[in-house]
């Protein structure tokens, strides 16, 4: 059945977001994400929420293969990425 309803959601224009922040998004919250993603995507979003303390603050967004990582965690990595690259 699972796949049945995604491949109606696409032919219907919509795309499946898994989002996992650091702590509980509020409504407007939720709200303002689902916007950005749809504006990047071009596509209505169906959004999967989940809580990930590991991300230390923000959240990161996965719609199929693509990832948009607006994590504190995954600002530290590419920080952590460019000084070492310099060195």
């Known amino acids: ?5 995604i491949t109606l959601d ?4 919509f795309a499946h977001a898994d989002v996992a922040s650091a702590t ?3 409504e407007t919250q939720r709200l303002a994400l ?3 993603l749809e504006r ?4 209505r979003i169906r959004m999967r929420y989940s809580v990930d ?3 230390i603050g923000g959240a990161v967004a996965r719609i199929g293969s693509t990832v948009y990582d607006g ?5 530290l990595h590419s920080l952590e990425h460019r000084l070492t690259a310099e060195a």
């Open 53 to 55: 303390p590991a991300l």
């Open 34 to 36: 689902s916007a950005q």
């Open 10 to 13: 696409e032919r219907l224009g």
């Open 24 to 26: 509980e998004l509020t």
């Open 71 to 75: 994590s504190v965690r995954g600002q």
């Open 1 to 5: 059945m699972r796949s049945l309803e």
């Open 40 to 43: 990047l995507t071009g596509k």
